[in-house]
């Protein structure tokens, strides 16, 4: 079986960590805090010029809610457009209606415009009413993925919605799972979802680099992915 490793990288030291680990592909964005919203142009074309790796962009204007005006919807229109230039490989997305549904003109407006980029849904899908109908919708779209967490929170308490969206999805569209995959669950993950495609952040916490006592300002901290972590994780599905 060939399983593959996407790690969600917030930086460019991120994604190279990501890469030097043995990723198959970065999914890249700015504030993981907020779940990921869409990265500087500067990071995405330092990352084009760096990495060998596919790079795709979350294309996601804020975080909060999944449902946008037509201003925010003018935006990610346009940064699909960046990654494009960019020479990305694919973008990640996913627009809600306001009662739960895919928002299918919006996405296949978006979708159109990406090709012949691929195009991975991302958990959005988890807040979706009917997650069937939505995979359903997903499909119709014509999306090379999905990410998901089952719907849960951590993504070992949905293993089985995830298993059984793998089982419905029968090979039309790659169910990834995510959210809380780490070196330690990854093993029950990868025998208990039934999926091929695994998602995770591989992050530790990197100590200021500040040279002098830092007593008016409390940030210092950040998180990054760690090539080691990333290294083990892509040894499990390896052997």
């Not at 999944?66 to 990654?83: C, G, I, P, R």
């Amino acid at each position: 079986m060939d399983y593959k490793l996407e790690i969600c990288a917030n930086s460019i030291e991120s994604a190279l960590a990501a890469q030097s680990g043995g990723a198959d592909r970065i999914e890249l964005c700015d504030n993981m805090s907020e779940g990921g919203t869409t990265p500087s142009y500067g990071t995405i074309k330092r990352c084009k010029d760096l990495l060998g790796i596919p790079v795709f962009p979350i294309i996601r204007p804020r975080g909060g809610d999944f449902v946008y005006t037509e201003e925010e919807f003018e935006v990610m229109k346009a940064d699909v457009q960046m990654s494009k230039d960019l020479g990305c490989e694919g973008v990640v997305l996913g627009i809600l209606t306001r009662d739960g549904n895919i928002d299918v003109d919006r996405c296949s407006e978006l979708i159109t415009l990406a090709r012949p980029m691929q195009v991975t849904f991302h958990r959005a899908f988890d807040c979706c009413i009917d997650m069937k109908k939505g995979l359903e919708d997903i499909i119709s779209l014509g999306c090379e993925r999905v990410l998901t967490s089952g719907g849960a929170a951590h993504v070992y308490e949905g293993i089985d919605v995830i298993k059984d969206l793998v089982e419905h999805a029968d090979g039309r569209v790659i169910v990834m799972a995510g959210s809380g995959i780490k070196e330690d669950n990854l093993p029950d993950m990868l025998v208990g979802s039934g999926g091929t495609e695994f998602h995770s952040t591989a992050k530790i916490e990197m100590n200021s680099r500040y040279t002098f006592n830092n007593t008016a300002n409390v940030i210092g901290s950040f998180y990054q992915t760690d090539k080691s972590i990333v290294k083990i994780m892509k040894e499990l599905l390896t052997q």
